[in-house]
């Protein structure tokens, strides 16, 4: 029971980590889906090409998002059209950056250490998406229509839409993936904690690559924020003498764990998650050989600079997140026939609008309770008692769509 306990605990600081990243990276997918429509998305980073990798990079580097963070947001490009070499250069560069963690990096590391890992980040980021469009080049996918084309019936706000997407449609398709990642995360970082001191005492008799490589290794799967990653990796020099090795921590650390890991395979396949996490691996030693082999200076550490996220704020963060993630786990699993369920064959819903446009619709009914449609599956399934089918036809039929009960 202790090790259930204390994964449990370590699951639960990941969450206070997480959390904000990952609300803020909900809202920004749910800006873009309403900003930009799938053929502006396609047409500016929808391409197998440099250009659109270039793109995706130049766009991730300013915003303020973790590892984690950039998993909606990733799948949301993903999803309105951006190529998959598009995709794995945003999630490759924009942990590493981000505002806050660029302004920290100059304060804290000086200019050179900033030089480098803005210069990592950008060619990791356009290495990262071309090998991607090489080894995986994306075929035309059926992206998600943001604008009232698809849904002239629907007269919804954009904040409305928005928020439907960021917080509901989006977290359906990466609720799973994720919440397996985190458990993994959790588990991998207890091992790493009680194997830490042992770990330290040993490593610092090793060689300069030893000591990159070990480090590296360590923060791949582990979620370490950009801004947070800092402390910690002045923290691993002054122990192991080494900058290279917290080099590597600066850019591994922030750029993978398992939570993202996971969930990439289901945004842009095994393949290109492959070249994504095996990229990272490769400039995060390079960088740290480079950095060594130069004697770039870092500042001694000071243990005042590790800094505690826990209050009440995040608190509210990790419900709101829990709860987004439960919903969509749950909206998205069918529901179970009973003798009060009926399950409509729908055809002609291509998105999340159209399914709310039925939805809304139907609950009107008199004798229905609940709704649930999938345009992935063309399915609406109505529970309720003494419910009217013809009248449930009708409905759906004045909305242009075509129906049938199975």
């Given at each position: 029971m202790?090790i259930?306990?204390n994964?449990?605990?370590n699951v639960f ?9 990952l ?5 920004i997918a749910g ?8 053929d502006?998305?396609q047409n ?5 090409n ?15 998002l973790?590892?984690?963070g950039?998993?909606p ?9 951006a190529?998959?070499g598009?995709t ?14 660029i302004?920290l ?12 890992k803005l ?8 290495v ?7 080894l995986a ?6 992206t ?11 007269k919804?706000?954009?904040?409305r839409k928005?928020?439907t997407y960021g ?7 990466i609720?799973?993936p ?8 959790g ?15 040993n ?7 030893m000591?990159i490589?070990?480090i590296?290794?360590v923060?791949?799967?582990l ?9 910690i990796?002045l ?12 080099v590597?921590?600066l850019?591994?650390g922030p ?10 395979i ?22 740290g ?8 200076p ?9 800094h505690?996220?826990t ?5 509210f963060?990790?419900?709101a997140l829990?709860?987004i993630l ?12 009973s003798?009060?369920s009926?399950t409509?064959n729908?055809?002609?819903m ?5 399914e709310?446009s039925?939805?809304?619709s ?18 609406v ?5 003494n ?15 075509e129906v049938?009960?199975?």
């Open positions: 202790d259930v306990y994964i449990s605990e600081l990941l969450l206070i980590e997480m959390s904000p990243y609300l803020l990276g909900f809202t800006l873009l889906s309403v900003l930009f429509s799938s502006q998305i500016k980073i929808g391409s197998n440099f250009i659109s990798c270039f793109k995706a990079v130049i766009f991730g580097i300013p915003l303020p973790c590892s984690c950039v998993i947001v990733g799948a949301s490009l993903r999803r309105y059209g190529s998959r598009a794995i250069s945003f999630i490759t560069t924009t942990p590493q950056t981000g505002v806050d963690s302004i990096t100059y304060g804290m590391l000086g200019l050179p250490l900033l030089i480098l210069a990592v980040a950008l060619t990791s980021g356009l990262a998406g071309v090998l991607t469009n090489t080049p994306s075929s035309p996918v059926p998600a229509e943001s604008s009232d084309e698809c849904c002239d019936n629907k919804e706000s954009l904040l928005g928020l917080f509901r449609t989006l977290p359906k398709d609720a799973e994720l919440l397996v990642g985190l458990l993994l995360a588990t991998i970082g207890l091992l790493a904690q009680d194997n830490f001191i042992h770990l330290t005492e490593i610092k008799n090793y060689s300069s690559f000591k490589f070990i590296m290794i923060s791949i799967p979620y370490i924020c950009a801004t947070a990653s800092i402390p990796a923290m691993i020099a002054s122990l192991f003498g080494s900058p290279g090795a917290a590597a921590l850019i591994a750029a993978t764990n398992f939570s993202t890991i996971t969930t990439c289901k945004i842009v396949g095994k393949r290109s998650t492959a070249v994504y996490v095996l990229t990272v691996f490769s400039f995060s030693l390079l960088a050989i480079i950095t060594d082999s130069i004697s770039i870092i500042p001694n550490y000071d243990p005042s600079m590790l505690e996220h209050s009440i704020f995040s608190y963060c990790i419900a829990l709860m439960t919903n969509a786990v749950l909206y998205s699993k069918k529901l179970e026939i003798d009060s009926i409509m729908v055809i002609g291509t998105c999340s609008h159209c709310s039925v939805i809304k139907l609950l009107s009914v008199k004798g229905i309770s609940e709704v649930q449609a999938s345009h992935q599956n063309d399915e399934v109505i529970e309720g008692k419910i009217n089918i013809n009248e449930v036809k009708k409905i759906i039929q004045s909305l242009n769509y049938n009960q199975k």
